[in-house]
């Protein structure tokens, strides 16, 4: 492979506090190896629509503390054509971009193996709030949402417990209940309910009902986004919406709170910053190994690197969205680890569920 002389940086989907933090670290570590860095302007569009700016050392500064991204983001239909890619590929090509950092989720990784297909070599970093790429112990932007939910529902316990009230509140995450379940425990929740694991509704309700009993005035209900019910009509309802209606109908005063995008915003915390800084340098290192087509990931506390098609495929493993012919690249022994992540990120989640019943009373 030719030497690396320019590196493109890019974020894309929905932003993470700690996004900053590893555009930095991109940008510093490869101006540190003598490789000029590019940002690229709202994602994958800012490579279709060749909106770029190069990027010296001050450019980045003062950046780490900020949440969003200051290379912003878009979602870029666009980009998944063929006329959107061999766009995007000209623009590197007449800019002499010869690899792509591409920070975000699972869409984000999705767009850079399209890019490492074409030739240009790209490297991608887990940003997303949801921490649901499931190869991955942890993404960034994390545990600046669980912060972020817990200092929320500290405020609101003030008011509950000076109301004698209930509030059931619904938290990002998409179909990943993991912010919920966290801050649920962190937050000292009567009841976490999340979509990984099913639950008893009725066992919740008389839980609380038990509880305002034995004189519980104040009381929060953690509920992750992708739990739904369906009407008689078979239309999806958020079931926090639902919950806090029974709650009403056993005579308690209930409400409903979405702090929704809030949770997506604010400082980063330490955790982020630090993670978003390693794992930036480390891409920045892959890159010049010329190594692409791969996620920086952690695992067990080490920042590591995982082919991204392995990543994206032990993700829809995981979520059992895999569909035919989607193992026929792996071998057996890819398989049976992406089995051992899936395993792995399961017994995670049932400990952290187990520990939140054993606590909610």
């Known amino acids: 492979m030719a030497q690396i002389k320019k590196i493109g940086i890019l974020s894309s989907g929905g932003d993470a506090p700690g ?13 540190q190896m003598g490789i ?18 190069p990027l010296s050392s001050c450019d980045v500064s003062n950046i780490v503390n900020r949440g969003g991204t200051a290379l912003y983001t878009a979602r870029c239909l666009e980009f998944q054509t063929e006329e959107g890619m061999n766009r995007a590929i000209a623009t590197c090509k007449r800019n002499n971009i010869d690899a792509i950092v591409a920070i975000g ?3 984000t990784f999705r767009g850079a193996t399209d890019l490492a297909v074409h030739g240009i070599p790209t490297v991608g970093v887990t940003g997303t709030i949801d921490n649901d790429i499931t190869a991955t112990d942890y993404t960034v932007g994390f545990d600046t949402a669980m912060n972020t939910v817990v200092e929320l529902v500290d405020k609101l316990r003030d008011t509950c417990e000076s109301h004698s009230r209930i509030n059931v509140i619904e938290v990002m995450g998409r179909h990943c209940g993991q912010i919920a379940l966290c801050a649920g425990i962190a937050s000292g ?4 309910i999340i979509p990984e694991v099913p639950f008893d509704e009725a066992e919740i309700l008389n839980r609380i009902k038990t509880a305002r009993e034995d004189g519980k005035r104040g009381m929060i209900v953690m509920v992750s986004e992708g739990v739904f ?14 919950i806090t209606n029974k709650i009403c109908e056993m005579g308690l005063d209930a409400k409903f709170v979405r702090p ?21 340098v480390k891409a920045v290192e892959l890159i010049a190994e010329g190594k692409s087509n791969l996620v920086v990931i952690e695992n067990d506390g080490k920042i590591e690197s995982l082919d991204i ?7 829809r493993m995981y979520k059992g969205k895999l569909k035919d ?3 026929d690249k792996f071998s057996a022994e890819d398989i049976k680890a992406m089995e051992a992540i899936s395993e792995k990120r399961r017994a995670e989640i049932a400990e952290l569920y187990a520990i939140a019943n054993d606590v909610a009373h």
Do not use: C, S
């Open 309 to 315: 098609l392995f990543a994206l495929t032990a993700d």
């Open 260 to 280: 929704a995008h809030i949770v997506r915003g604010g400082t980063p915390t330490l955790r982020d910053r630090l993670t978003a800084t390693k794992m930036g």
């Open 325 to 327: 012919g989607d193992l």
């Open 36 to 53: 000029e860095p590019v940002g690229v302007i709202g994602g994958y569009k800012g490579l279709v629509d060749e909106d770029l700016k």
């Open 19 to 31: 996004m900053n933090a590893a555009i930095r670290a991109v940008a510093r570590k490869a101006i």
């Open 105 to 107: 989720g699972d869409g």
């Open 229 to 242: 019910v369906k009407d008689g009509q078979g239309n999806e309802i958020p079931y926090g919406e639902v």
């Open 189 to 192: 929740a009567i009841a976490t």
